[in-house]
């Protein structure tokens, strides 16, 4: 039976790309992606905050059906969080996914689980959705803990979310130890952990939730691996970092059902 899920691949710039370097990046990125790709795939960028409104503009006033994405947001609607920016400044610029809980936010920035939840139910409150980012570090992997790890996360940042939401957000499956490293998981490994995210979301959320949330393995993924990776079956798209940064591989990324 073919998958309900329409694939997502997101391209995480993290903080690459000026606001020039950010609309060129998305202009010739318009030029590679085809008709036939956006209706194949969902494609999201998340630029840095300062590019935002820039490729805003771009998408519409060129009418590109690429979604605009952010990598943060604060879960207050307003106060005194100096450097901070509210969920409803993020959607009013038009974005539809914020990533949440990112591994570099966890560990540089020190967000906790409680954080995260806190984070992903604000970007519902404001109408946008969430990708929350869960992952084990090398240790963990090491010591086999990372079901555990991952499950919980899963069931942490969820925390507080109706069903029905849950079936309409993405989670991002980012093994720590193959973020930027060069190293990614098997396909079988990534796959076997997907797995884990979904039965988790079964486990709190019911059968229907988990058959329509939206799973994105991350860590590496490049133009020769991501067919593969795409090949599972509860792997429903991609988050990218490194890659994305570049048009021409982030769209060879989005055309893998062409063969690389
Ligand atoms: P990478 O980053 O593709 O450079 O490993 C992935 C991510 O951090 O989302």
């Keep these: 039976m073919p998958s309900p899920r329409r694939p997502l691949i997101s391209g995480n710039w993290k903080m690459h790309h000026n606001h020039f370097e950010a609309i060129q990046t998305v202009q010739k990125l318009s030029y590679r992606l085809t008709n036939d790709d956006y209706e194949a795939v969902d494609v999201s960028v998340h630029p840095p905050f300062t590019d935002?409104?820039?490729?805003?503009t771009l998408l519409q006033s060129e009418n590109i059906p690429i979604a605009l994405g952010a990598q943060h947001c604060h879960f207050e609607e307003k106060g005194a969080f100096t450097g901070e920016v509210a969920p409803s400044m993020l959607a009013k610029l038009d974005v539809t996914y914020v990533i949440a809980g990112h591994s570099e936010r966890r560990e540089v920035f020190g967000e906790d689980d409680e954080m995260v939840n806190k984070?992903?139910?604000?970007?519902?409150?404001?109408?946008m959705t969430p990708i929350l980012c869960v992952g084990e570090t090398l240790d963990?992997?090491?010591a086999g803990g990372t079901d555990d790890k991952v499950s919980g996360q899963v069931r942490a940042g969820l925390?507080?979310?109706?069903?029905e939401q849950v079936a309409g957000l993405v989670i991002a499956y980012e093994p720590i130890w193959a973020i930027g490293t060069g190293r990614t998981a098997t396909p079988d490994d990534a796959q076997t952990t997907c797995?884990?995210?979904r039965a988790t979301v079964a486990d709190a959320f019911g059968a229907d939730a988990a058959a329509a949330v939206r799973i994105q393995y991350g860590g590496s993924v490049k133009p020769g691996n991501a067919g593969d990776l795409m090949a599972q079956p509860d792997i429903d798209g991609a988050l990218v970092g490194g890659a994305s940064l570049d048009a021409d591989e982030f769209a060879r990324i989005v055309q893998w059902r062409m063969g690389d």
């Design 195 to 197: 797995a884990v995210v």
């Design 119 to 127: 984070k992903v139910r604000a970007i519902l409150k404001a109408e």
């Design 140 to 142: 963990e992997r090491d």
């Design 159 to 163: 925390a507080g979310v109706k069903k």
């Design 52 to 56: 935002i409104r820039s490729i805003q």
